[in-house]
């Protein structure tokens, strides 16, 4: 492929760490990471952090650096076949003397079942794999895969790192857009570096773009680059809690207005769908519970429905269940029940079962009072007069 046909976050993408800006505390001189990547040897790894961050820039710079055959995939389209085939081609690579390094980008997609099937060839070191995912691996990584990783944690790039990235690109003639003699102002620079939020990604597809509007660029050009952009929603940063807890908190005092516009903030941004539809199904039952039992149904059937069909298709599925959900009567009774309970395993411990609600499977634990004097519900037309819990915990109430 011509060079020049590729974005301008792909050309001037860094192509060794003295050209890579940031994560110091990750590439600095004389850290781990760059130590191993200047002497080749490699340790299966992660890199989590926020978009635009440099974590695929981070791969790319190994795969320029090391000698091993270095195999990319995105976990969104690699599947379990063609890990089958990339450990055929490392096996014979073994033979040969030769190491293979797997990137996988957005490891957190991978399933289970796949994450096992690349934990042996990993474990065996068929494969130094290296992992970049937004979301926290201690959730979304197997533990065994993960205890066999390292996992590296990068930052948001500050504004400062942001603008020369951007001034950088601007002057390069032979990978940026130092050809076209761009005029900027010191201003404008700041204020995209600022509207990127740290992402370098972003701001440099957004100044491609404004170039391809004008080469003098003013504020009002780089507004009209950003577009959905400018929403400023990272989906793995501080401004991604803030609006699912508006649109959380929308929804639990009923305004179905607010709750529709968090709601497209979020769908609009490129959040995942079924990450908002397994919000709703958490707050059918915290919020609106006993109620009306329906919610849940209704947010398992939402779920299902973005599994089925995705985005943008959902989107008017997602907007029915929210706007359902911040209609509904709400009672957080069984939230604040469950606390209680909870709270009662903390304290009390391990209580044991009373005898008669244990049963006696054997002439042992017969012997022993197991079972002995339970009531049998229906016998007593429900009535019975029967104690559940623990003598510790006699007459406790958790529901009013």
């Not at 042996?120 to 494969?127: A, C, L, Q, S, Y």
């Not at 660029?217 to 577009?227: G, N, P």
């Amino acid at each position: 492929m011509n060079n020049n046909r590729l974005p301008l976050a792909a050309r001037i993408r860094p192509i060794n760490l003295d050209e890579f800006l940031g994560q110091e505390e990750v590439v600095g001189k004389g850290k781990m990471l760059r130590k191993a990547i200047g002497s080749d040897r490699l340790p299966s790894m992660i890199f989590w952090g926020p978009p635009g961050s440099g974590k695929t820039t981070l791969a790319f710079i190994i795969a320029q650096a090391t000698h091993a055959d270095f195999v990319q995939i995105s976990a969104t389209i690699g599947g379990k076949n063609e890990l089958r085939e990339i450990v055929k081609r490392a096996e014979q690579n073994l033979r040969l003397g030769q190491k293979t390094i797997l990137f996988i980008d957005e490891i957190h997609r991978w399933n289970k079942a796949q994450q096992d099937a690349l934990l042996p060839h990993v474990e065996r070191g068929t494969i130094v794999l290296i992992g970049a995912t937004t979301e926290n691996p201690s959730f979304e990584v197997v533990g065994a895969l993960l205890s066999r990783c390292l996992v590296f944690v990068l930052t948001k790039l500050s504004r400062e790192q942001i603008a020369e990235i951007i001034k950088r690109a601007i002057k390069d003639k032979s990978r940026g857009l130092g050809e076209i003699n761009i005029k900027i102002g010191k201003k404008e620079i700041e204020m995209l570096a600022g509207m990127s939020n740290g992402d370098a990604r972003t701001a440099l597809n957004v100044m491609e773009y404004a170039s391809s509007i004008s080469h003098n660029i003013t504020a009002e050009i780089i507004r009209e680059a950003f577009q959905k952009s400018h929403l400023l929603y990272d989906k793995d940063g501080e401004e991604h809690y803030n609006i699912i807890s508006a649109l959380h908190k929308s929804m639990r005092g009923g305004d179905a207005n607010a709750a529709l516009y968090w709601l497209a903030r979020m769908l609009e941004a490129g959040e995942d769908p079924l990450y908002v539809a397994r919000r709703l199904i958490r707050f059918a039952s915290e919020d609106i519970g006993l109620a009306n039992s329906r919610a849940l149904e209704q947010a398992i059937a939402a779920y299902r429905a973005c599994h089925y069909i995705g985005m943008p298709e959902c989107n008017v599925i997602l907007a029915q269940a929210v706007v359902y959900m911040a209609k509904c009567q709400k009672s957080n009774e069984l939230y604040t029940a469950y606390q209680k309970a909870q709270n009662d395993v903390k304290e009390y411990g391990n209580l044991g079962v009373p005898l008669h609600l244990r049963n006696a499977p054997t002439k042992l634990m017969k012997n022993l009072g197991y079972g002995k004097d339970y009531k049998y519900s229906p016998n007593y037309d429900y009535q019975e007069n029967q104690e559940y819990l623990p003598p510790e915990l006699k007459n406790q109430k958790y529901l009013d």
